[in-house]
Structure formats: structure tokens, C-alpha cells
């Protein structure tokens, strides 16, 4: 059964939270942040006047024209189309599945590093972290072995929280720090452990 793997960005740094044995070795990654869901639009609708997904998939099959450079591992941000769209996802996921490509599904959200209970003139604004990996969860449990992610990449960048005075929370101020970083630091403790969870229902591969 397919194991599901949890990654993250840290700055600019890329760090494997938690992995299984064959993602070691020379492999390529793409990260497709904003047109992510145009793409599954397109190979979805089969529309021969939209070319987005042709071009994407040629791409990573041969970056430039040159096949010896060929992409591997895909990071889409794909959570809104996974949670409304489960039955499309799943069709995209099992067409890149069998070209031999490791999808995983980003989230990237600086706000999830701000406490759940912290409220501002707009009320609770935190993304809710936790919310989110159960969905995805959910949706790996549903899905048929070709048709999950292999994994998450979480790409949350606390220190991007900063900004003038009355900004919602800042990174770089003393009184702020402490919190974002607990709060950070217990979202990846989450993370981490329903992932393992997750895997321990399997056996290794």
C-alpha cells in the first residue's frame, strides 16, 4: 500500500520531515503554486483549445527538450480542488501516478503559524492547520492506491509574518516570536503525527 510522505520548506531551505526509502536518489522536483488547478481544469476537460496541460506535461516529461532532465516529483496547490472536487483530483492524480510522477499537495500559509484562538478587528482569521491535514487525510483514506498524493509538502514560512505596526502578528517582534514559533512548531507535531498514523495502517513497501 502507498505510504504518504510530509515535507517542508523552511526559508529556503527543503528539509524531509518524515519520508519512505525511495525517495532517496537523483530526483527533480516542480513547484507549480498558482496555476496548480488550472492544470487539473485543463487535463480534465479534455479541451483541444486549451493547451495548458499538453505544455505541462511535456514539460516535466522533457524540461527544455531534454528527457535526461525529466521532472519527478510534482508540489501542487491543490487543497481547495482536492476538498470540492475529490472525483477530478483523483482522475489527475491517477494519469501523473502512472506516468511514473510523485504529486504532492502543498500548503503554504504563514497564518497557520498564529494561535487559533488569536482574534483581531476581523475575528478568528487563523487557517485552521489541523482542519486541513484531516481533510487530506480523508482523502488519501478514499482514494485508490494510484490515486493518491505521495505526499504533503508544508511550505508555512512563519517569518513571513511581519509588517508595520498593527500588523497581525509579527515574526520579528519580541512579544510575537514566542507564540508564532510554539504555535509553528505544534502544527508540525500534528502534521507529523497523523501522517504516521496514516502509514501505520500500511505495511512498509
Known amino acids: 500500500m502507498k505510504r504518504l510522505i510530509v515535507g517542508l520548506i ?57 528527457p535526461d532532465a525529466r521532472i519527478t516529483n510534482v508540489y501542487m496547490s491543490t487543497y481547495t480542488y482536492t476538498i470540492l472536487q475529490p472525483e477530478y483530483m483523483r482522475l489527475f492524480l491517477a494519469e501523473m501516478n502512472s506516468r511514473g510522477f510523485k504529486v504532492y499537495i502543498v500548503l503554504a500559509d504563514p497564518e497557520f503559524s498564529i494561535p487559533r484562538d488569536y482574534d483581531d478587528e476581523r475575528g478568528n482569521i487563523r487557517p485552521d492547520f489541523e482542519e486541513k491535514i484531516d481533510k487530506i487525510i480523508t482523502f488519501q483514506k478514499k482514494s485508490g492506491v494510484v490515486e493518491r498524493y505521495t505526499g504533503i509538502m508544508l511550505d508555512m514560512e512563519p517569518h513571513l509574518l511581519q509588517g508595520p505596526p498593527g500588523a497581525l502578528m509579527d515574526f520579528f517582534n519580541p512579544n510575537d516570536f514566542p507564540v508564532i514559533w510554539s504555535t509553528y512548531l505544534n502544527d508540525l507535531e500534528y502534521g507529523w503525527e497523523a501522517v504516521q498514523e496514516y502509514n501505520n495502517m500500511y505495511e512498509p513497501d
Open 10 to 66: 523552511a526559508g529556503c531551505i527543503l528539509a524531509a520531515v518524515a519520508f519512505s526509502s525511495d525517495v532517496i536518489g537523483a530526483e527533480r522536483g516542480l513547484w507549480v503554486w498558482s496555476i496548480s488547478e488550472r492544470i487539473v481544469d485543463d487535463f480534465v476537460a479534455h479541451d483541444s483549445s486549451i493547451t495548458l496541460w499538453e505544455d505541462f506535461i511535456s514539460f516535466i516529461e522533457a524540461p527544455h527538450g531534454n
